[in-house]
């Protein structure tokens, strides 16, 4: 929640980078791990709110599609430390190419803030675990500002994020993590955890698998709710841990046929 709190109330450099944004031919978002999901996040978010299409690609794989940059593109570089090295080299496939390169990072003087021509705070604070639970909270909350300026709708996106805020205070009042507790200790046993989701919960999912992954060591995995009948579905045993995010949006109705659909073969629904 403090996260969110100060990148609200200090913004100021979020205006630049989308004049850059706005004037761009072309802007392409790169980030590794989280960072994507990050990056994947954000084509919905500048969408949805702006109406722009925005590009993104995993870091590691940029070079094999960088062909396509002129110098009147743009490289949106997300990293937490920045120093993720399919990042920088990202980076300099884009320098070769004579474009502008920007960052969102998190740490002041980093390479990719050096390399960057113009750079944006997350302001997430000291990274203090491997699970960057911080740092992807503060790029989606500046990635809706980004896109709230391109829109000219700054109030809106600020009291949705200002509404977001007194959420995740709810979420980790002590009643919730008694429940959460409760809950991990019914699934931490179990072998695959699957996540899903429509829409911005997509890349939400692919977190959340991510970080049962890096925190735990259990095999988990995100999946858009749509694709479950390509081949996920078989994957489902009884009594499989399935978690489900169903935002109140026009994801809703079709992500809960996946559910039904997951519940179906025997798997343990979490909404």
Same mark, same amino acid.
Request: aromatic share 8%.
């Given at each position: 929640?403090?996260? +969110?709190?100060? +990148?609200?109330?200090?913004?100021?450099?979020?205006?630049?980078?989308?004049?850059? +944004? %706005?004037?761009?031919?072309?802007?392409?978002?790169?980030?590794?791990?989280?960072?994507?999901? /990050?990056?994947? &996040?954000?084509?919905?978010?500048?969408?949805?709110?702006?109406?722009?299409? =925005?590009?993104?690609?995993?870091? !590691? %794989?940029?070079? #094999?599609?960088?062909?396509?940059?002129?110098?009147?593109?743009?490289? @949106?570089?997300?990293?937490?430390?920045?120093?993720?090295?399919?990042? @920088? %080299?990202?980076?300099?496939?884009?320098?070769?190419?004579?474009?502008?390169?920007?960052?969102?990072?998190?740490?002041?003087? !980093?390479?990719?803030?050096?390399?960057?021509?113009?750079?944006?705070?997350?302001?997430?604070?000291?990274?203090?675990?491997?699970?960057?639970?911080?740092?992807?909270? /503060?790029?989606? /909350?500046?990635?809706? =500002?980004?896109? !709230?300026? @391109?829109?000219?709708?700054? *109030?809106?996106?600020?009291?949705?994020?200002?509404?977001? +805020?007194? &959420?995740?205070?709810?979420? =980790?009042? %002590?009643? *919730?993590?008694?429940?959460?507790?409760?809950?991990?200790?019914?699934?931490?046993?179990?072998? *695959?955890?699957?996540?899903?989701?429509?829409?911005?919960?997509?890349?939400?999912?692919?977190?959340?698998?991510?970080?049962?992954?890096? &925190?735990?060591?259990?095999?988990?995995?995100?999946?858009?709710?749509?694709?479950?009948?390509?081949?996920?579905?078989? @994957?489902?045993?009884?009594?499989?841990?399935?978690?489900?995010?169903?935002?109140?949006?026009?994801? #809703?109705?079709?992500?809960?046929?996946?559910?039904?659909?997951?519940?179906?073969?025997?798997?343990?629904?979490?909404?």
């Amino acid at each position: 929640p403090d996260v +969110i709190r100060k +990148i609200v109330a200090n913004n100021n450099m979020t205006t630049e980078l989308a004049k850059v +944004i %706005e004037h761009s031919f072309g802007t392409y978002m790169v980030g590794c791990g989280t960072a994507a999901y /990050a990056c994947l &996040a954000g084509t919905y978010i500048f969408s949805k709110i702006a109406k722009k299409h =925005l590009n993104w690609s995993v870091g !590691s %794989e940029f070079g #094999y599609i960088a062909d396509f940059l002129t110098p009147k593109s743009l490289v @949106l570089a997300l990293s937490q430390s920045g120093e993720t090295i399919d990042v @920088l %080299e990202a980076v300099k496939a884009a320098r070769k190419k004579g474009s502008k390169v920007a960052s969102l990072v998190n740490v002041e003087g !980093s390479t990719l803030f050096r390399m960057s021509d113009l750079n944006l705070l997350l302001g997430a604070g000291v990274e203090k675990a491997v699970v960057s639970t911080k740092a992807f909270t /503060a790029k989606l /909350a500046n990635l809706m =500002l980004l896109a !709230s300026i @391109l829109s000219k709708n700054g *109030n809106e996106v600020t009291n949705m994020l200002k509404k977001s +805020i007194i &959420a995740v205070e709810q979420v =980790l009042n %002590e009643k *919730n993590l008694k429940e959460i507790r409760n809950l991990v200790d019914l699934i931490y046993k179990k072998e *695959n955890i699957y996540v899903i989701g429509r829409g911005l919960s997509y890349p939400v999912a692919l977190e959340t698998a991510l970080k049962i992954k890096e &925190a735990s060591y259990i095999h988990a995995e995100g999946f858009a709710a749509g694709e479950l009948k390509h081949g996920v579905i078989a @994957l489902l045993e009884a009594g499989t841990p399935c978690i489900a995010f169903l935002p109140n949006d026009e994801t #809703y109705d079709a992500t809960l046929a996946g559910v039904m659909d997951m519940k179906a073969r025997g798997g343990y629904i979490i909404g």
